[in-house]
């Protein structure tokens, strides 16, 4: 039985949305905000069952897991990574596959900042501007790392989608 949070769709993607600007995502159920959304199509980077992209909100931006894929997080000390397929996974399979991945199969992909190291995945198609009653029968992520900057490093190997965060930066301290 799988024990690692996981979110997963209905069809539309899966989206990491920051906690800071989790008010800001109306869900791509809302018309206006569904075009912007399909605007950036062009720049996914596709892999053979889904794939990685990104959208400016806020001031910010979401990470976008295109395709229909659960998409498990494993916490791991330097950060985590996403393990992307057809079901969640328990912690040892996940760790397991995690391994498995050649150092040369990960590519570079965006940086993603955490400026208080909180955020959400959830069904694209939901808003998470009240993540109190938001429906979790598609799974919900919930996580906290240490506050900063995140290199995202993606890779596919054998129908698995992964992508790793990794902290390049500490957050900068408002004055």
Same mark, same amino acid.
Not at 123 to 146: F, H
């Given at each position: 039985m799988a024990d690692l949070p996981f979110a997963s769709s209905n069809g539309s993607p899966v989206v990491l949305v920051p906690t800071e600007i989790a008010a800001e995502w109306p869900g791509i159920a809302d018309d206006d905000f569904h075009a912007r959304y399909l605007e950036r199509s062009s720049k996914v980077r596709r892999t053979e069952y889904g794939g990685f992209s990104t959208m400016p909100l806020a001031g910010s931006k979401v990470l976008i897991f295109e395709g229909e894929m659960h998409t498990t997080w494993l916490k791991e000390p330097a950060g985590g990574t996403f393990i992307r397929e057809g079901c969640s996974h328990t912690r040892a399979r996940a760790s397991k596959l995690v391994a498995s991945v050649p150092a040369k199969a990960w590519k570079g992909f965006t940086k993603l900042t955490l400026? $208080?190291?909180? #955020? *959400? +995945? @959830?069904?694209?198609?939901? /808003? &998470?501007? $009240?993540? /109190? &009653? =938001? $429906? &979790?029968?598609? %799974?919900? @992520?919930? /996580?906290?790392?240490?506050?900063? &900057?995140?290199? *995202?490093? +993606?890779?596919?190997?054998? %129908? =698995? $989608? #992964? /992508?790793r965060l990794r902290r390049v930066a500490k957050a900068k301290r408002s004055r």
């Open positions: 400026g $208080d190291g909180r #955020f *959400v +995945v @959830v069904d694209s198609a939901l /808003a &998470t501007n $009240d993540l /109190a &009653t =938001i $429906d &979790t029968s598609n %799974g919900l @992520v919930r /996580a906290k790392l240490e506050p900063g &900057t995140y290199q *995202v490093d +993606v890779a596919a190997l054998g %129908g =698995i $989608d #992964f /992508a």
